[in-house]
């Protein structure tokens, strides 16, 4: 990696700070190298040491991988932490009944004894990252073929991440970066007991729904609360009442002062996955093929459970968190499919790699290094077209097809009673006992069964014969003359999966000739042969789109000196930064960089599931008990907007001032500049946040909660 950074430093200093300095998702050990002089310019009062450092605490010691998508930061000497309200919402959802509904109602816990444990969540810190690029590729040839490097680089990271954990109970993983050009090691430490202490109601949490994702203004408290413990040691321990809050190593102060345009901002977190080397070919797979699809059919998912939804609480708290992870990239596509035609990012791609072509035909060496790569990125992405597009089907409609993920078990459960290995049955029976304790929970057998059917027909009209799995004509069309409806209706009236009890009772005593004949599994193992064979066919592009990429990044670093290259975000911890900004859309018109309490009023729709609120919120607004957090212009803030890169995995990220104190949450990027993850567009692209002091006045005034913000350093 030092030839990287060698490189990288001439480039700043070629360049000066002339360069966008809001774009970039950047490595934290190179920070006092290529950012540091740029962010003490635009505000920035601390150190690189201060933001990460191996020899003392510092503010990545305060940030978490938050479950399997988000980030989350520490936020208390106790280990309280704060993140979005998307992001805890199927923990909020775990715990809500119709009794008990924290998501309409919300939830505080006033004591620590009140928290609430939560099966299978964690957060996970980064120790350190250490350059391995030299390690790594220290057996790669010149001249080896892809199959013998892939394999070279594999056993060395192997290798690396064993070391790393040896006497010690830390994870480690070996990343790659720049298209597989450098490597790093990234050492992690997880804590899986993680509990809810607070959330605000989902007219809250979720203001806008769907209408404002991806929109500004928004008005949304995107936030929810919890507490990381730890044994009574001080390290990592699964969920006991022995143990104890977190005692982390860092932690953020929160400052309630004012907010200002122009002011610094600085976000840490893990962001998890960009395409900014994308060639016109890969844009073009997405335009026809990536987000049509999504679109379509998860629309028609959505359309049927939202009915159900609407008309049943029960199924309602049952389907909102699947709804939610449904629907958030469903809109995502519409907003990037849109942003890219509109934007003409394919023809700037083109015009980009014209340029390539020229460069690379002006010098023999660059030709035989690089005069392929294009070529090998073409070739792979129209060959595998129909391969894609299937497995996009299979693996979308499947998820409108809840009744079959219950097939987990059922192949091992048939092994064992053809074996006649009684303890190999009572593990397969405990394993799907154990899948069906989540299952049934949030499972609603009428919406399954109208979802499975639109998802059949779906998949049946819109994919070439060739990929249909064998139900379709050995089964539906033979058994039941084609008709889809009356098949689905057979599966749910014979399979022993279709309730808890049903399921139970059979596990009591199970049958191999009833488990042979038993629909789910015949049409799932019908799934899986046609999955299996689309892998294949997809399988056979892959060496060459990889190796294709990796000569076309590296080509990109020697082509353009007077452009810092980052890495693509891969969802590993990067650092961001820019300033509080309006922007301005389309013509004549701006937006400024705060919204209000008032603008929930003025969106407020008594009884509708977007944007009702609470009365109490409405009340207090207009007798304008702000307390201390309301802004010394009269208005009670809510959101606001910055300049700093961002994408998924950015969520509950925690947005700082040039004093590293806690100032909002990251939870959204704007509709206008939908194309970001695959084309930055500095002018256009924005991170909303949601402001701190409209964090705080939910927990303090409105909630009652002042105890959890006692806990916190306040800055004011």
């Given amino acids: 990696m030092k030839n990287l950074i060698a490189v990288l430093m001439i480039l700043v200093l070629s360049i000066g700070f002339k360069a966008k300095a809001d774009e970039g998702m950047w490595l934290l050990p190179l920070i006092e190298k290529l950012n540091i002089g740029k962010m003490t310019e635009m505000g920035l ?75 299978n969540l964690a957060v996970t810190f980064l120790v350190r990252i250490e350059d391995v690029t030299d390690q790594v590729l220290a057996d790669v040839k010149e001249g080896m073929s892809e199959k013998d490097r892939t394999s070279a680089i594999n056993d060395a990271r192997q290798a690396i991440e064993k070391k790393a954990v040896e006497g010690n109970n830390y994870r480690a993983q070996v990343g790659s970066f720049y298209g597989g050009n450098y490597f790093y090691l990234l050492v992690y430490e997880r804590y899986n007991d993680v509990r809810l202490v607070g959330t605000p109601p989902s007219s809250i949490g ?10 500004w203004p928004r008005h949304t408290g995107d936030f929810s609360v919890f507490r990381v413990y730890s044994g009574p040691d001080g390290k990592p321990a699964s969920y006991s009442k022995e143990n104890i809050p977190l005692k982390p190593k860092h932690y953020l102060p929160v400052s309630i002062k004012e907010l200002n345009k122009g002011d610094f901002t600085m976000i840490l977190g893990y962001p998890g996955r960009t395409t900014r080397y ?35 609480e029960k199924v309602n708290i049952q389907y909102s968190s699947k709804y939610s992870g449904s629907s958030n990239y469903w809109k995502f596509s519409i907003g990037q499919k849109g942003s890219l035609e509109k934007l003409n990012v394919k023809a700037k791609k083109e015009e980009l790699e014209n340029q390539f072509n020229k460069w690379v035909a002006e010098n023999p060496d660059r030709k035989a290094k690089y005069g ?20 996009q089907y299979l693996n979308e409609c499947l998820q409108g097809c809840e009744l079959l993920t219950m097939n987990r078990g059922i192949s091992a459960l048939i092994t064992a009673l053809r074996s006649e290995d009684d303890q190999k049955i009572k593990e397969a029976v405990a394993q799907i006992k154990e899948n069906g304790d989540s299952f049934y929970k949030d499972y609603n057998p009428p919406t399954d069964n109208k979802s499975m059917k639109a998802m059949m027909k779906l998949y049946r009209a819109d994919v070439p014969a060739k990929f249909l799995p064998d139900f379709y004509t050995k089964i539906i069309d033979k058994k039941f003359k084609g008709d889809i409806d009356k098949y689905v209706d ?10 808890e009890e049903r399921l139970n009772a059979f ?25 299996s064979e689309v892998s294949k066919g997809l399988s056979q592009y892959e060496t060459g789109l990889s190796a294709g990429k990796r000569l076309w990044i590296a080509a ?21 930064y820019g300033t509080i900004q309006d922007y301005d859309p389309r013509d004549a018109v701006t937006y400024k960089y705060y919204s209000t309490l008032q603008g929930i009023v003025e969106k407020y729709k008594p009884g509708d599931y977007e944007f009702d609120a609470p009365s109490r919120l409405l009340d207090l607004n207009k007798k304008k008990e702000y307390g201390r957090y309301g802004s010394s212009r009269g208005y009670m803030p809510a959101c606001f907007l910055t300049t700093n890169d961002i994408t998924g995995g950015n969520s509950g990220s925690p947005v700082m001032n040039g004093n590293g104190e806690l100032i909002g949450l990251a939870f959204d990027g704007n509709w206008e500049s939908m194309s970001g993850d695959i084309a930055y567009e500095p002018e256009l692209q924005r991170t909303i946040v949601v402001d701190i002091r409209y964090v705080l006045w939910v927990m303090d005034v409105y909630a009652g909660a002042t105890h959890l913000v006692n806990e916190m350093t306040i800055v004011q």
């Fill in 278 to 312: 994308m060639t016109s070919f890969e844009i073009n797979e997405q335009l026809q093929i990536s987000h049509p699809d999504r679109i379509k059919i998860r629309g028609i998912k959505q359309d049927i459970w939202m009915k159900d939804m609407r008309a049943d």
């Fill in 45 to 119: 009062k601390l150190s690189a040491e201060d933001i990460y450092s191996l020899n003392k605490a510092s503010i990545k010691d305060a940030i978490v991988i938050f479950g399997g998508g988000c980030t989350g930061e520490i936020v208390s000497s106790q280990g309280l932490l704060l993140t979005n309200h998307h992001c805890g919402y199927s923990s909020i959802q775990s715990h809500s009944t119709v009794e008990h509904d924290y998501l309409r109602d919300g939830f505080w816990a006033m004591s620590k004894e009140e928290e609430l444990p939560n099966q």
């Fill in 556 to 576: 990109l670093m020697e082509m353009a000196p007077e452009k810092i290259q980052f890495p693509d975000a891969n969802s590993t911890m990067r650092m961001s």
């Fill in 372 to 391: 392929e790569a294009l070529n090998m990125i073409k070739t792979a992405t129209e060959g595998r077209a129909e391969y894609y597009n299937a497995m």
């Fill in 490 to 499: 057979d599966m749910f009236a014979r399979s022993i999966f279709v309730s």
């Fill in 206 to 215: 979720k203001f806008g729904f769907d209408t404002d994702n991806w929109e």
């Fill in 507 to 531: 596990l009591n005593k199970p049958v191999l000739r009833i488990l042979e004949k038993e629909p789910v599994y015949l049409t799932t193992s019908s799934i899986v042969k046609t999955a």
